[in-house]
């Protein structure tokens, strides 16, 4: 057992925890502020630095210059609370930490995150708390408080913490705080001066300057300053506040409470040390206090949060108006909003707030990470979720947030794929643009991410699935639960839904047939050969020659009926073909003056055209539809089997996976439904 204590003790960091167990006298401190002026810093200049600590990364989208701040990706825990495809929000929402830090007006605002639900608003709130939980943990975002001490008869014994974790500079007089900085050697613009004592603290100050008749100095040898750390568990420095029923809820959970049973210790109840100073405010002194679902809270508490927001001040049962120093956040969802807007009595409140708003995701690769964070092999065991099934179920639900197109010529999946980075004929990246631009409410509502987790885990455990899963048992999962899904209340958007699947099922089914016709066609050295053929015959067509035949020996004029077949796979039309021809022998030629040499995967326009008449030249002697019949001779069987491992090798699929989708395509051969 001594053993084991031994190994226990030995994985304890000593000396990280004497850090943030430090304590000092009040001169201490005062060196402490004068190396670092920081420690004093206000909640939103922590929370702000706090971000920044983490790095930053810009980058250019549809011609706008974006930040990504790494902060939000959670580096900490290793992605496990990530917020995805919200750069946009999420740069305004440090703005206004950044304005609020310089002291230019939000720091005296409510921050509401505003959107549907599901869209990571209290994700968000629960980054920022843990966030500068971490943070008070390092020596940059280092925090001080003081207690009493020796406050018993004789000035021994008895102590009391500051209930509130206040600066330890508010024990200097405020009016003459500046000037008494600066005569120890602190500059006080570089330190924060805001915020008077508790009304504890200060009972027990002027206690003490009663009984040392005056004496600040010895008021001070009954201080202790010491660091700490914020943690929400333990109730310091991160406040939460959720509404319960009207007929319950009490502003006292907010401000504090009077103790009765120590009434009868001080004889009233005006007494400080006879009130509660825990109440949530209290409690998230010096760094953040999140309101979840803020616009469903009773009237009481929204006037607490007017005073809390503006002055900085709150008042509690019984005594003056107290600072505080605190990050106020709180989320709400579009219907408690909307009830806001329509309240004459809330326009103060409105007149105090900053509304964020936080959308669904509409870019489709940044949905996918939502799921393949819950739904990914380490976490997976025992199912394979073959390859396609998450993104299929990424792009029905941001299909489903998406407002028809205004464009007559663009579908709601090509406009999917724009916002995605994909590129089409006739789009650049100011259409991209303009089509964000002519949006009224796009991403504020449409299929929320719980609802695709909730049924991609139905998938999973269904009596379907067979040791693996796929995209049409996934999207049937989700077609089927639209009947009673509690947040559609029109049938037009059923039926809107209804279409979208099918949509997304037809992509599926041209995304495999795609896979499937570049796993037959994979055979790197026969399309090496076509290359080269094809190449041969347009350099002598542009340059007007002949072709050397390989096998006659023989001149013969350039094969247009070669050239033809493989141009017509990508819709070069007649009109077209010396353009493109002459643009494949410029493109070789300007590589050659480089001394680099051409290669056809490079040009992706050419590679698919490669595939696809190669895919022709070989899906007949693979017969890949006997593969739903029952009868498959060995020489074919074979083939098969190799287009198979190039499945699984090449794009993630399992045996029973590749086996379905081979199955699949196949039927669609069968009767005639190729698309090349």
């Keep these: 057992m001594a053993g084991l204590l031994a190994k226990i003790a030995a994985l304890q960091n000593l000396e990280e925890y004497r850090e943030l167990h430090w304590e000092g006298t009040f001169e201490d401190y005062l060196e402490v502020v004068r190396k670092n002026p920081k420690v004093t810093r206000n909640a939103f200049q922590r929370v702000y630095d706090m971000i920044l600590s983490y790095g930053r990364e810009e980058y250019i989208d549809s011609k706008k210059k974006l930040v990504k701040y790494k902060f ?79 406050l018993g008869e004789g000035n021994a014994g008895e102590t009391m913490r500051c209930p509130m974790n206040e600066d330890p500079l508010h024990l200097i007089p405020y009016d003459v705080r500046a000037r008494a900085l600066k005569d120890v050697g602190i500059d006080p613009a570089q330190v924060n001066l805001e915020g008077e004592l508790c009304p504890a603290c200060r009972f027990v100050f002027q206690d003490l300057m009663s009984k040392n008749k005056g004496d ?43 103790n009765y049973r120590k009434i009868a210790v001080y004889g009233s109840d005006s007494d400080p040390r006879a009130f509660n100073f825990d109440g949530e405010f209290h409690v998230a002194n010096r760094g953040i206090i999140e309101f979840i679902e803020v616009l469903k809270l009773d009237v009481a508490f929204l006037y607490d949060l007017l005073g809390a927001s503006q002055e900085h001040k709150i008042k509690p049962k019984k005594f003056a108006q107290t600072d505080i120093d605190e990050v106020i956040i709180g989320h709400t969802n579009e219907a408690e909003y909307k009830k806001l807007l329509n309240n004459e009595f809330m326009e103060a409140l409105r007149d105090r707030t900053v509304k964020i708003d936080i959308p669904y995701i509409t870019r489709l690769g940044e949905e996918i990470k939502i799921y393949e964070k819950d739904f990914n092999k380490e976490k997976i065991k025992g199912v394979h979720i ?69 049924k991609i885990s139905n998938a999973l455990v269904s009596d379907k699935a067979e040791g693996s899963i796929n995209p049409f048992l996934v999207l049937n999962e989700l077609e089927s639960g639209l009947s009673s899904h509690s947040l559609i209340n029109k049938e037009d958007d059923r039926k809107r839904y209804r279409e979208l699947i099918a949509m997304v099922k037809q992509e599926y089914e041209d995304i495999v047939k795609s896979e499937v016709q570049r796993a037959i066609s994979a055979d790197e050295e026969a399309l090496t050969k076509l290359v080269s053929n094809y190449i041969d015959n347009i350099k002598a067509y542009t340059q007007k020659e002949r072709v050397k035949n390989k096998y006659t020996g023989q001149f013969e004029e350039p094969d247009e009926r070669l050239m033809r077949s493989i141009e017509e796979k990508i819709d070069i039309p007649e009109s077209r073909k010396d353009d493109f021809r002459r643009e494949i022998m410029n493109y070789i030629g300007a590589l050659a003056v480089e001394g680099k040499k051409f290669d056809f995967r490079t040009n992706e326009r050419l590679h698919k055209a490669l595939e696809l008449k190669l895919f022709e030249d070989q899906k007949d002697s693979i017969k890949l539809t006997t593969l739903v019949s029952n009868v498959v001779d060995r020489e074919t069987q074979e083939k098969i089997d190799i287009v198979k491992q190039r499945m699984i090798r090449n794009y993630g699929y399992d045996e029973v996976s590749a086996t379905d989708v081979l199955n699949f395509v196949a039927s669609i051969f069968a009767r005639g439904d190729a698309k090349d």
């Design 216 to 258: 600040i100095g010895k008021v001070f040898g009954h201080i202790k300053v010491r660091r700490f750390v914020l943690s929400e568990k333990d109730r310091v420095g991160i406040g939460t506040f959720q509404p319960k029923d009207e007929k319950n809820q009490d502003s006292t959970e907010l401000t504090g409470d009077i």
């Design 386 to 454: 073959a390859p396609h099934t998450l993104e299929m179920a990424a792009m029905w639900a941001v299909a489903t947030r998406l407002e028809d197109p205004k464009k007559a010529n663009l579908t709601t999946l090509q406009k999917l794929k724009l916002y995605n980075g994909k590129m089409l004929p006739g789009f650049t990246e100011e259409s991209v643009k303009e089509l964000r631009k002519e949006t009224e409410r796009e991403g504020m509502s449409g299929i929320s991410p719980r609802y695709i987790q909730d």
């Design 72 to 150: 939000f990706e959670d580096p900490d825990n290793g992605g496990s609370e990530a917020v995805y495809g919200l750069d946009i929000p999420l740069m305004r929402l440090v703005n206004v930490f950044k304005s609020a830090a310089m002291g230019y007006g939000t720091e005296k605002r409510v921050i509401l995150l505003h959107g549907p639900v599901g869209s990571a608003k209290s994700t968000i709130a629960r980054r920022l708390k843990r966030g500068v939980e971490a943070y008070s943990r390092t020596p940059e975002g280092a925090l001080y408080t003081y207690e009493w001490k020796d």
